[in-house]
Structures are given as C-alpha cells and as structure tokens.
C-alpha cells in the first residue's frame, strides 16, 4: 500500500512547478512511510510514498521495464503476480526485483492498454510509457484504492489523496455545491465528483489515457457485463448444491490468493458472518497463527465482542480488543480532521480508525469484511425493498392513515439501528421509483430536509432536491432488472460500496499506515455472485440466503445467522451527553449565519430536537457536523 502523485504537461513542455511533486508527495508519507522514490523527465514527474508489503528488500518503486522506457508508480497489491511472472518469464522477460509491481510494466509491454484487465487485485497506477509518449491511470474495479487528478490547460496532476494536489500552486479550493448538496443526501459523494469544482476522482474500474495532447478515460470493466439480465434461466434453473459448492470455492479462493505478504497479517473481527468466515479461513491455513482485532463498546446494544470472542475462542486465533470509548472515538474525530480532505458522513469511519492504530502495533496487514452485504443481500433495506410492493397494494387513504398514526406513536430510538428513522421513511417514500426510495432509506437528509437545510444563497441547486437523483440515474441508465432487490443490490456496489464504504476503509486504515485488503471483492467472485438470482441472495426475509448456506461448513450456525447489527457508533446518546458541547460549538448560531450556507433556524431547531429527545437525529447531525469540521479544517482555515 502506497501514496503516489505526478505531474504531466500534456504537450510534453517543460512542466511548470515540477519542483513540486517532492511536496506533494510527502502529503501523503503516512500512506507510505518505509521508502520514497521519484521518476523526473522536463515534462514529467511520477513520486510514491510506500508501505512495503511484498519484496522488502528489492520492491522499492518507481519500478521499470528492462529497456527503462515503460516506468510506474503504483498503490496496492496485484494477488495474481507470481502467475503472471511465471508466463511473462517464459516468453522471455527478465526481472529485476521480486515485488508484484514489476509485472505491470512488462504486461503492459504486451497488452498495451489493456495490461489492467490481467489484473487480480487493489490498485491505482501511474505508467509512462516513454516511446509511446503515453501516459495511463488506472484504479482497480471495485475502487479499493483511490485516484484523484486535477487538469487546467496542459497540466495534468493526480494524486492518491487530495491534499497531494493542494500543494501546487495554481489547484484551486473553489467548491463544487452541487456535489456538496450531495453529499448531504448520500453522506459521500458519487463518482467523478469531489467537494472542489476542478478536482475529480478517477471512477473505479476505469483508465485514463493520455496522448497526443489528450485525455480521454473509459471503462475496462463493467459490473453490468456479467449481471444478471432479465429474463435469464428462472432461479429453479439454478441447484442449490452446485451453487453453494462454487460460492465455498471461490470465496475460499479468494481468502488465499490475498494471503500473500513478507510482513505480518491479520484480521478485523466482529463475530458477524462475514469476517468470522475470513477467521476461519485464515486459521485453517495457518491455525493457532492467525491474530484477530476488535473494538468494544460499553453501550451493550452496539457490542459485538462477545460474538468476536466466540469466534475466536472457536478458531484459536490470538485476539486483541479495544475499546471504543466516547473519549477515544472524539480524538479520532479529531485525528481523522486532518485526514478526511473530503467530508464523510459515516461514524463507523471512528472505530474503523481506532482499530486501525491499535492493529498496527501487531501488524501491517489486515483482512476486512466489505463487499460482502452489497454482493449476497446484507442490508435490512432489501427487505424493504421486497415488502413495498404489498405495502402499496393498500388504498392510498389506509396507507396515509396508517402512516400518520405511525408517525405519531414511534418511540425515538437510540440504539444501534434506528428504527424509528427507517420506518417513517419507508412509509413516507413506499411510493418513489424503487431506486429513488431505497437512496432515501439509506440516506442522510430527505428530499424535504435537504430543501429546508440551506439558506437563501447556497449557490447549489434550488430547491436543493431538485438534481439529487442523477447519480442514480447515471448508474441505472439503459439498465434493466429481474426486479428491485437486484436493483438495489446493483445500486449499492456501484454507490455505496465504491464511494463510501472503500472511502471509509481506505482513509481509516491508510491513516494508520495500516493495509486492508477485502477478499469478497476479488473479481472472480463478483463476477460470479453478479450473475445469481436475487432470490437466491435474499430469500423470502432471509438475507444473504445463498451466502450463509455456502459457509455453514466453516462456522457455528449461532454465527451464520445470528441478526445483522453492522459497525454501528452510539453517536445518537453521545451527541446528547458527552459530545454535546463539540456539537454546539461546531454548530454555533453565530459561526454558521457568518459562513451563510446553511439556514441556521432549521440547523438548531434539529439540535434542540435531538437533546430534548423527541427527535433522533444522529443521521442528519452527523452528517453536518463532518462537513463543518471537515470546512473549518480545510476551507476556512486556508
């Protein structure tokens, strides 16, 4: 795992403020803090920051072909290079060094192009290809590793995180508020966008090509290629027998093929179904060596740790917790501060960071458990998406009535799962297009909050509302569906997953210099798993049918299905009591109507809802107060 940065002038010109790239690179040293490396031509500069992970001794980047005219920066590991080694031997290349990286750049040396597609890995890389004048970025599939770049008349920079490219002169903070306004409905923001007006992130599963003066990026895989299409053979087609042996392979092919490292490696452990099934894999490779981290909360509803410890006890693995106290989440708050260069309203990114820091005392590589609910029908949400239809089937007089006596007699919530929170709004958008309404559950602000949050001259869009659902409708269009949980399920990969939940893990962990790696986003997998019915991953209420059935054999049925809590924060109780002052002083009267964005009685009106109890509103809440730490830190302040 690295940090890397460059400069290009497109006209191959001496590049201006090359002496840069050193300053930008050493924004990212906490990505990489083994070794640095730097390529420099007049019109080009490629840097890296790395973490070493593979080849120790010999790995260090940038790394080259043997002629040295094809050279490359990369972040990440590529889990299938001693195979593409072995082929690109036998046809004649010769190696220099032992690391993953070098095979980039003699397959690029036969594929051109095209050299990603041969991949099985996380990823974003930089290769120069001198005799071509070419260069190429390029970000895995899923979007495990980030990309970010910045172009204005014949300069090209891109960089690993943003502030990378804050340390070159001309890079602009101007914001972008239609992606802010966004953010305050998805609590992230969808891809190519970021909260700066003239800094864009790289899509996942896309490359950058540039030459002859050009950029141009296209995708060089599609999830939507190998989805189920409408219409296919009916899921009776589909044994039961043969699917869950298939699943069993190729998720415990997947669990293996990113054991590869020359350093120590673990895993995070919460006693759900999807990291136990990582233990569990770990420790049949290699029992009694493997060592597993959790966090633990003192708030009963929100701790896992005693199904982290019966898993543990149950594999023998060596396991490490810590606590997740309010005091020590509040310093990751604040630590996270000057990481988080773009606002993020997940507060599982707290505990994520926590468990981070303390893993890396004992290790430099982790297993993590995303993808899997986005692949197999995790989230409480499908279930939603399956009972709307019979809740719409009620005239539309019961379902208001129904609705406002609802409304009116939900108790406010506090726990891990806001309940209060989801039914209103599953009854209060039953009738949204299935895409629109399941955006609107999961989401942070509603339609009508976003429209009452901004004040008179927020330059986004008016109402706010009014563009919200073009994400959506960029990764729906011309896409059709079995029906609306293979919808939604299609809709969180290609959102959530991408652009919140790698965000999250990415920043988290990179901050601790810490690798994740998550093996249920091999492509091997995901192309598999794409291609199976809807019913098969959520049958009848039954979520993640096909997957638990596929791992029954690695684990202890009271894990397998034990009800899905997710990584949740006690932000709801905290944000009364402990962190009460942090929010009034992040959110003061004052401050917010001199900074003129947001509509201060509606701001305060939610805080006082929230401290009095008759409201829960930890969702929108926390969402604005990522953003204003995230502004005073990184917008106000500069």
Known sequence: MCGISGILNLALEPAAHLERLEAMSARLVHRGPDSQGKFVLPHLGLAIRRLSIIDLETGDQPLSNETGEVTL????????????????????????????????????????????????????????????????????????????YW????????????????????????????????????????????PYAEIRKLPAAHRMVVERGEA????????????????????????????????????????????????????????????????????????????????????KSFNEEPFAEQVARHLHTRHHSVEASQAALAESLLTLA????????????????????????????????????????????????????????????????????????????????????????????????????????FGMFGPGELDRLFSPHWPGPKPASARIFAPLERVLEGVRFDDVVAETLFLDFRLYLEDNLLVKTDRASMACSLELRTPYLDH???????????????????????????????????????QKRGFSVPIAEWMRREWRPLLDSTLAEEKLKRQGLFDVRSVRSLLQEHWAGRADNRRTLWTLLAFQLWYDRWIERQ
């Open 151 to 194: 172009q204005r008349g014949r300069s090209l920079l891109f960089a690993s995180e943003i502030k990378a490219l804050f340390e070159y002169p001309e890079v602009s903070r101007a914001l972008d508020f239609d992606a802010l306004t966004e953010y305050f409905f998805y609590g992230y923001f969808p891809a190519p966008a970021s």
């Open 524 to 562: 091997r997998l995901v192309e598999y798993a794409a291609g199976l019915p809807a019913s098969l991953r959520v049958r009848r209420l039954q979520l993640k049918y096909i997957m638990k059935k596929a791992v029954e054999k690695w684990l202890p049925g009271s894990i397998v299905y034990r």
């Open 216 to 299: 141009r990026i296209e995708p060089y895989w599609r999830l939507l290629d190998y989805w189920r299409a409408p219409g296919g053979p009916p899921a009776s087609t589909f044994r039961e027998e043969d699917v869950i042996e298939e699943l069993r392979g190729r998720i415990r092919e997947a669990a293996i093929s990113r054991l590869v490292s020359d350093v120590p490696l673990g895993v995070f452990l919460s006693g759900g179904v999807d990291s136990s099934t990582l233990a569990a894999l770990m420790s049949e490779l290699t029992p009694g060596a493997v060592q597993s981290f959790s966090v633990s909360f003192r708030e």
């Open 338 to 441: 000057g990481h988080l260069d773009e606002p993020l309203a997940d507060p599982a990114v707290l505990p994520t960071h926590l468990m981070s820091r303390f893993a890396r005392r004992d290790i430099k590589v982790a297993f993590s458990g995303e993808g899997s609910d986005e692949l197999f029908g995790g989230y409480p949400t499908y279930l939603g998406a399956k009972l709307a239809p019979y809740y719409l089937r009620l005239p539309s007089f019961l379902r208001r009535r129904f609705f406002e006596r609802l409304a009116a007699s939900l108790p406010v919530s506090s726990g891990a799962v806001p309940g209060s929170l989801f039914l209103a709004r599953f009854f209060a958008h039953a009738e949204r297009p299935p895409a629109e309404r399941h955006q609107v559950w």
């Open 73 to 148: 920066v990369f972040n990440g590991e590529i889990y299938n290079y001693r195979e593409i080694r072995d082929g690109l031997q036998k046809r004649g290349h010769r190696f220099k060094t032992r690391s993953d990286g070098e095979v980039i750049a003699h397959l690029y040396e036969e594929r051109g192009a095209d050299f990603v597609r041969e991949l099985n890995g996380m990823f974003a890389i930089a290769l120069w290809d001198d005799r071509a004048e070419r260069l190429i970025l390029a970000r895995d599939r899923a979007g495990e590793k980030p990309l970010y």
